[in-house]
């Protein structure tokens, strides 16, 4: 089993910027991708963006607002932790954040075995 726990979360003005963490825990040696995932109110839940474990390669959603160049996904592979650095957010990037890890890095939700309990983002324009 996988623990993921989120933090970084708040609620913060239109064009400042946020960084979430997920710490994973327990069996981390099986992963091999994290991602991030959010779900806006009344909306289902989109892929943000992924990254492996291994050589860090990073892959981002192709959303109307443009996540590629405002947000950033890192990863430190000694404190299994992974990053969602976030900037110049607006309004519709309000939502829960999700952090999910699987064996795969894809935009599918369902590739991803352990997700974390989310950590809401508040954007106020």
């Known amino acids: 089993q996988v623990q993921l726990v989120e933090s970084g979360g708040g609620l913060v003005q239109a064009g400042d910027p946020l960084r979430l963490s997920c710490a994973a825990s327990g069996r981390t040696f099986s992963l091999r991708a994290m991602a991030w995932f959010r779900q806006a109110p009344g909306k289902e839940r989109e892929f943000v963006a992924s990254i492996s474990w291994s050589v860090g390669s990073a892959f981002y959603a192709d959303l109307a607002d443009s996540v590629n160049g405002r947000f950033t996904i890192s990863r430190d592979n000694a404190k299994s932790t992974v990053y969602l650095q976030m900037s110049s957010l607006k309004p519709e990037d309000t939502g829960i954040y999700y952090c999910?890890?699987?064996?795969?890095?894809?935009?599918?939700?369902?590739?991803?075995?352990?997700w974390g309990q989310g950590t809401q983002v508040t954007v106020s324009s």
């Open positions: 999910a890890a699987g064996r795969l890095a894809s935009i599918g939700a369902t590739s991803y075995d352990y």
